[in-house]
């Protein structure tokens, strides 16, 4: 793809050529497979649909044209699993499950963990959770020991309070005790896929309780540097929120004897899909060596003029007695999903262990918004 060509927008993973895979791949699998009405339905209205809504489309239309029993669908499908050539197109499988299993609950948890190594049953799972909590819970717990990382991981992800794209879990969210035990068999696993998954758990939680978590990871051994690592990432959102317990448990909770010179960003003003690169320098004042949480903060314009602050992570190190360290850090500013920009004075903040110690700005002109 040629740099100035925009990347093609997500949903086009279920595009109209995916959907003739999926088709012919169950076809192979099921020679009585009426791959014409199947894609006559997918595609009808394609182009409208969101990823996710592409995604259920697909095991929509698988169901409507399989002349089967659940059971008898499920084989097949567990045959197509391993054919598909897309993780996340995969995902319409555990969809198939949840849509149509709900009645048949022990052979549908047992499709998810086989349906799971081939993307994710993480959205499909929570059907049974809200649908069956405790039994479900159960079955979890027991993934959580699996020896296959893509169960382990899903005993942790599917169960996420806040997992995107997904229904919150109430009943999780508002007592992340219940999930606890499935945390607690996976803080030092081998799996950075599996450590993942817990670190955004915890960090899920941290929204709603955050001493809950802060109290928990205070009573664990951060020797194992996988756990370690976990701890960092769970409580990402915190210091970025510069809370002291939060810094003091990666060793930065002290406060930061440094000055910072030459804060600068460039260029200083930028149309709206041009790159700014914010520099400067972190000088030591003390002798002995200190460890530093560095991130910077934008004050994002608002439709409004008035700004909210998104923090970013920059640099996490320890800086040696009288040391300094050049830090930069190139960020494009373009319309997110998740944000949009206006023209106006930008301000930009420097924090060192959750205290801002420095400032400077950039502006966006005119025809952001």
Request: aromatic share 8%.
């Amino acid at each position: 793809m040629a740099a100035d060509q925009p990347s093609p927008a997500l949903k086009e993973i279920f595009n109209a050529e995916r959907l003739k895979h999926i088709a012919t791949e169950m076809t192979a699998v099921y020679p009585e497979f009426n791959a014409r009405a199947f894609l006559k339905m997918a595609n009808d209205g394609l182009a409208e649909l969101s990823i996710m809504q592409r995604m259920a489309r697909v095991s929509e239309c698988l169901h409507a044209v399989l002349p089967l029993s659940y059971e008898a669908s499920l084989e097949l499908l567990r045959a197509l699993a391993p054919r598909l050539n897309s993780g996340f197109v995969s995902i319409s499988l555990p969809h198939y499950v949840a849509t149509y299993g709900g009645h048949a609950f022990e052979q549908s948890m047992d499709a998810l963990k086989y349906f799971t190594a081939f993307g994710s049953a993480e959205f499909a799972i929570r059907y049974f959770l809200r649908s069956d909590f405790e039994r479900a819970l159960a079955v979890m717990h027991e993934w959580s020991l699996d020896e296959n990382e893509h169960v382990r991981r899903l005993a942790s992800e599917g169960c996420r309070p806040r997992l995107p794209w997904s229904f919150r879990l109430e009943q999780i969210q508002a007592d992340p005790t219940l999930a606890a035990a499935i945390l607690d068999n996976l803080k030092a696993d081998d799996s950075l896929y599996v450590r993942k998954s817990v670190a955004n758990h915890l960090n899920d939680i941290t929204k709603d309780h955050p001493e809950w978590v802060l109290d928990l990871i205070e009573g664990w051994s951060l020797d194992n540097r996988h756990t370690a690592w976990i701890a960092r990432h769970a409580l990402r959102s915190l210091i970025k929120r510069g809370n002291q317990r939060a810094l003091a448990i990666i060793g930065a909770g002290g406060k930061p004897e440094v000055e910072i010179m030459d804060v600068k960003v460039e260029p200083a003003v930028i149309a709206l899909g041009e790159k700014i690169t914010l520099s400067f320098t972190v000088k030591s004042t003390v002798e002995n060596s200190q460890r530093l949480v560095i991130d910077y903060a934008i004050n994002y314009v608002k439709a409004n003029s008035s700004t909210s602050a998104k923090v970013f992570k920059l640099k996490a190190l320890t800086l040696p007695g009288h040391a300094t360290a050049l830090l930069s850090r190139g960020q494009h500013i373009k319309e997110l999903t998740t944000r949009k920009h206006y023209a106006g004075r930008h301000a930009v903040h420097i924090l060192v262990n959750g205290e801002r110690l420095a400032s400077t700005q950039f502006d966006i002109t005119a025809g952001a918004d």
